[in-house]
T-cell receptor, first 113, second 115 residues
Framework: GDSVTQMEGPVTLSEEAFLTINCTYTATGYPSLFWYVQYPGEGLQLLLKATKADDKGSNKGFEATYRKETTSFHLEKGSVQVSDSAVYFCALSLYNQGGKLIFGQGTELSVKP | DAGVIQSPRHEVTEMGQEVTLRCKPISGHNSLFWYRQTMMRGLELLIYFNNNVPIDDSGMPEDRFSAKMPNASFSTLKIQPSEPRDSAVYFC?????????????FGPGTRLTVL
């Protein structure tokens, strides 16, 4: 079935370090891909998305490229800040499934000053 | 726009009691989703509606759970009777169903504790 796999956390980095959170997917069709972020005590917010192969989503210094050949959508940021500490969720959506999201298990990021 | 509104934000109840969670989606959105988040199971889709009609309720854990959407601006998730294992954060989300790339907007969640 359709699924999303993320690297396990928690990930602990120092401020200004480079961030990569790996995400791979399995899908029967051509999914749209998303990264959501959840700050403590809050709901999920869309961070970025890509709707077709080779698209790059970007927002707030974060980037992810839709790689169909490797079925991946890895999240990257060149220089993390303490305020980036949160849980990050990779997700996919298929057109024929009413837009429902299939989430990965989430990766907790902790950035230390 | 006020975003997705959920109430209550916190609910503490005793085992066996009925619990009703409420959601008001963003105006103009025609799809609504209920999720449950726990440490053990992560984020799980319970049920979703399209144009007020339940489309997929395969994630509803058992008959104790029920969800309704009587109109485009209101939905409820009811647990009766509640059990300690239902303790979780319940999220409601809505979207405009124009394509798979349209994002879902999440509410702040209801933290449910069943004693």
């Amino acid at each position: 079935g359709d699924s999303v796999t993320q690297m396990e956390g928690p990930v602990t980095l120092s401020e200004e370090a480079f961030l990569t959170i790996n995400c791979t997917y399995t899908a029967t069709g051509y999914p749209s891909l998303f990264w959501y972020v959840q700050y403590p005590g809050e709901g999920l917010q869309l961070l970025l998305k890509a709707t077709k192969a080779d698209d790059k989503g970007s927002n707030k210094g974060f980037e992810a490229t839709y790689r169909k050949e490797t079925t991946s959508f890895h999240l990257e940021k060149g220089s993390v800040q303490v305020s980036d500490s949160a849980v990050y969720f990779c997700a996919l959506s298929l057109y024929n499934q009413g837009g429902k999201l299939i989430f990965g298990q989430g990766t907790e990021l902790s950035v230390k000053p | 726009d006020a975003g997705v509104i959920q109430s209550p934000r916190h609910e503490v109840t005793e085992m066996g009691q009925e619990v009703t969670l409420r959601c008001k989606p963003i105006s103009g959105h025609n799809s609504l989703f209920w999720y449950r988040q726990t440490m053990m199971r992560g984020l799980e889709l319970l049920i979703y509606f399209n144009n007020n009609v339940p489309i997929d309720d395969s994630g509803m854990p058992e008959d104790r759970f029920s969800a309704k959407m009587p109109n485009a601006s209101f939905s409820t998730l009811k647990i009766q009777p509640s059990e300690p294992r239902d303790s979780a954060v319940y999220f409601c989300a809505s979207r405009n169903s124009g394509g798979a790339g349209n994002e879902q907007f999440f509410g702040p969640g209801t933290r449910l504790t069943v004693l």
